[in-house]
């Protein structure tokens, strides 16, 4: 069984400051995992993946993410913040093989002015 | 470049009743997958469509079934709604031969069960 937890419900930091937004997971074998952000009364934007190679990823809006095999994490970072990335943020493993994205609960990140 | 796109965008329903929602791919995207958001919660796995055929399923009842059509565009009906069954239902398409495919997901439908 393949599963994702985000410790935090909530993330607040101040514009312009870096932000980390927590992800841990489980997973058989080497995991797909996935970033996206969610805005009010939208669908999931896709941000970043790591498959493979390069443990630190970079993707869109100035994001990036950090793969850690030992400690089976996978934090999303970004160096200074924006008011405009306030929004609800979802990380996601597959497993090889495997269809199905399993999500994490979410972490609202609200960025403050 | 089309993204996905879901019809309807709202949907209000009373118990026991059917619904169909619908999904058309990402241009050039052949793998459509379905997911159920309750409030408040991550998108759980409903199931996932190939070729015309179901791939692989989630913990979902029988109540919850699918369609592929040819031209890859999809439909999830529900049958005898239940209350529980109120969230936003989320379709993503996806490309088969890329191995580590990503889905793209649309703006979902928000159903509301009555």
């Known amino acids: 069984a393949q599963s994702v937890a985000q410790p935090e419900d909530q993330v607040n930091v101040a514009e312009g400051n870096p932000l980390t937004v927590k992800c841990t997971y489980s997973?058989?074998?080497?995991?797909?995992l996935f970033w996206y952000v969610q805005y009010p009364n939208r669908g999931l934007q896709f941000l970043l993946k790591?498959?493979?190679?390069?443990?630190l990823v970079k993707g869109s809006y100035g994001f990036e993410a950090e793969f850690n095999k030992s400690q089976t994490s996978f934090h999303l970072k970004k160096p200074s913040a924006l008011v405009s990335d306030s929004a609800l943020y979802f990380c996601?493993?597959?497993?090889?093989?495997?269809?199905?994205?399993?999500f994490g609960s979410g972490t609202r990140l609200q960025v403050q002015p | 470049d089309a993204g996905v796109t879901q019809s309807p965008t709202h949907l209000i329903k009373t118990r026991g009743q059917q619904v169909t929602l619908r999904c058309s791919p990402k241009?050039?995207?052949?793998?459509v997958s379905w997911y159920q958001q309750a409030l408040g919660q991550g998108p759980q796995f409903i199931f996932q469509?190939?070729?015309?055929?179901?791939?692989q399923r989630g913990n979902f009842p029988d109540r919850f079934s699918g369609h592929q059509f040819p031209n890859y565009s999809s439909e999830l009906n529900v049958n005898a709604l239940l209350l529980g069954d109120s969230a936003l239902y989320l379709c993503?398409?996806?490309?088969?031969?890329?191995?580590?495919?990503?889905?793209?997901f649309g703006p979902g439908t928000r159903l509301l069960v009555l």
């Open positions: 993503a398409s996806s490309l088969a031969l890329a191995n580590q495919e990503t889905q793209y």
């Open positions: 997973v058989s074998g080497n995991p797909y």
């Open positions: 790591y498959i493979t190679g390069d443990n």
């Open positions: 996601a493993v597959r497993a090889p093989g495997r269809r199905a994205l399993t």
């Open positions: 241009s050039g995207h052949d793998t």
């Open positions: 469509y190939y070729e015309e055929e179901e791939r």
